[in-house]
């Protein structure tokens, strides 16, 4: 008996041997995705300037790729237990292409309705996230899932690279080249994934019907409880990486230019990047509700510190990087808690399901964010009241769920 199950372990550590390779592979495919989905905010000023527009139709304009983004994600994680990574991975990048096209058509026509129905398509960039998940889970076993996650994870790293690369390209060779350059980029990645990624041995595809398989997923109770959480975690971080260039001209125009902005959110980004795969991390050693209440903790006691709106400086960037890191935390702690929770033929469809709660969670708040600006005192103190509310609230219902501590 032993000699069996020793045998079968063997066995199955050779086929999924090169496990880190792929995941990595996936990570990267997911960059170039998230800097797509996210290449209109870091040039939001250009546009307002030139096609003169307000505080709400650029909250608008912000919050469209980031919500067709988020619904697509429930289709593409369905779509993922079906098709598997390798294809879904390639038909997401590729389809996202004309959107990046279309975006650059909008800016060079200053036209603000096509800028609006490209960014509508755009979204479908952002539906990667929902594929990489049951991807990446795929490769480990469900002691290590949270680890394996959190580095597919860091994938939204995009943002940053989209932040600090993309204004930076549009000054040196121009705004058209730049964003037939990221084209050219997704497509080269959507070849490179085509050809040299591949699906776990473990994965097998799931021949359930699709509108079934989301209802499936929907009945389940961990998938309403990780939506709520993952919507305040991501759509959090979603929500600063879209607004923060808006939000950090606004307040501080005479200390920050929209290349300082761009930094600023490009780290940001990157303190959320890193902290994702230590919540993974730390979600498998002490589960993820100890990780998930560290987090929702972080977040609220800093969001409050930002609602102050302190002088800009040392104090402001390190509120805004703890906070993105507390974020990041909770986001690993998220997904190593959806794994060992859900059946394995409805992990894709949960993902889904959780992933776009976790996009529609920044789809709203920079709506809100424009909605709630007081221009007589510059300040957006009532929408980060809000966010501290929320986040309180998350608090209180993470503590009262169940935790879950993956086995081996």
Same mark, same amino acid.
């Given at each position: ?169 549009? /000054?040196? $060779?121009?705004?058209?080249? #730049?964003?037939? *350059?990221? %084209? +050219?980029? =997704? ?5 490179? @994934? ?117 002088? /800009?400086? $040392?104090?402001?960037?390190? #509120?805004?990087? *703890?906070? %993105? +890191?507390? =974020? ?5 702690? @998220? ?74």
């Amino acid at each position: 008996m032993t000699t069996t199950s020793t045998s079968a372990a063997e066995t199955g550590s050779t086929q999924l041997r090169g496990q880190l390779g792929q995941v990595l592979l996936a990570t990267f495919a997911s960059t170039i995705g998230f800097w797509a989905w996210m290449v209109i905010a870091p040039l939001q000023k250009t546009y307002a300037t030139e096609m003169g527009l307000d505080e709400g139709q650029i909250s608008l304009m912000l919050a469209t790729p980031v919500l067709v983004g988020a619904l697509g994600r429930i289709l593409t994680g369905a779509m993922t237990d079906r098709f598997g990574g390798r294809r879904m991975f390639t038909a997401v990048l590729l389809a996202s292409v004309p959107a990046v096209l279309l975006v650059a058509l909008a800016g060079e026509l200053k036209s603000f309705p096509l800028l609006l129905a490209s960014g509508f398509y755009l979204g479908v960039a952002g539906t990667i996230f929902a594929v990489g998940v049951p991807f990446a889970s795929a490769w480990y076993p469900p002691a290590r899932r949270g680890f394996a996650t959190g580095v597919f994870g860091m994938g939204m790293i995009g943002t940053a690279v989209s932040a600090f690369f993309t204004p930076r390209l549009a /000054e040196s $060779i121009g705004y058209l080249p #730049t964003h037939l *350059l990221i %084209a +050219a980029i =997704m497509a080269g990645t959507a070849v490179i @994934v085509w050809f040299f990624l591949r699906d776990s041995p473990a994965w097998e595809p799931s021949r359930q019907p699709l509108v079934p398989k989301v209802v499936g997923a929907l009945k389940l109770r961990i998938t309403w409880e990780m939506a709520f959480l993952y919507g305040i975690v991501f759509g959090g971080f979603v929500a600063f990486s879209t607004y923060l260039p808006k939000y950090l001209t606004t307040i501080y125009p005479d200390d920050v230019d929209p290349v300082g902005a761009g930094t600023r959110t490009a780290l940001f980004a990157a303190a959320a990047v890193v902290a994702r795969p230590i919540g993974g991390v730390l979600s498998d050693k002490v589960g993820p509700k100890v990780i998930s209440l560290i987090s929702l903790a972080g977040i609220v006691s800093l969001a409050y510190i930002v609602g102050q709106q302190p002088p /800009e400086g $040392i104090v402001t960037g390190v #509120t805004f990087i *703890l906070m %993105a +890191a507390a =974020m990041g935390l909770g986001m690993g702690a @998220v997904f190593a808690w959806v794994g060992p929770s859900t059946p394995k033929d409805k992990v894709g469809a949960v993902t889904g399901v959780v992933a776009a709660a976790g996009g529609l969670g920044g789809y709203f708040p920079p709506l809100v964010m424009g909605a709630t600006y007081n221009p007589e005192t510059n300040s957006y103190a009532l929408g980060l009241w809000l966010l501290v509310l929320v986040g309180a609230v998350a608090l209180v219902v993470a503590g009262m769920l169940r935790d879950a501590r993956p086995s081996s």
